[in-house]
Nanobody, 127 residues
Framework: QVQLVESGGGSVQTGGSLRLSCVVS????????MGWFRQGSGKEREAVAV????????YYDDSVKGRFTMSQDNAKSTLYLQMDNLKPEDTDMYYC????????????????????WGQGTQVTVSS
């Protein structure tokens, strides 16, 4: 059974930092795409950061470039999202996800290609 369990969300003030974690079990992610998506009330779920787990591909949404950093610990089967200089517009539910690769070690960034979702963790940034 595949499970993605996120943690690390919370409430911070503008300019603060949070680190999200996603522990993956029951799934061999070595040659899959992994990523973080977010969704606000009434909005579509959108990719924040996506990576090919074996390396060579990384995507960040323009709104988070230079502020968010994704990393992984293969030994712990854990994906991280370090979020710095948070802004009120970053307030959303954040989801960890796995997806099939596109080709040649690249990844789709659309939610329709996701195979598994975590349950989500709430991030709230106050001004």
């Amino acid at each position: 059974q595949v499970q993605l369990v996120e943690s690390g969300g919370g409430s911070v003030q503008t300019g603060g930092s949070l680190r999200l974690s996603c522990v993956v079990s029951g799934y061999d992610w070595r040659f899959q795409c992994m990523g973080w998506f977010r969704q606000g009330s009434g909005k579509e779920r959108e990719a924040v950061a996506v990576t090919y787990a074996a390396g060579g591909f990384e995507y960040y949404d323009d709104s988070v470039k230079g502020r968010f950093t994704m990393s992984q610990d293969n030994a712990k089967s854990t994906l991280y999202l370090q979020m710095d200089n948070l802004k009120p517009e970053d307030t959303d539910m954040y989801y960890c996800a796995t997806a099939r690769p596109k080709y040649r070690g690249t990844c789709y960034t659309g939610g329709e290609y996701v195979d598994y979702w975590g349950q989500g963790t709430q991030v709230t940034v106050s001004s």
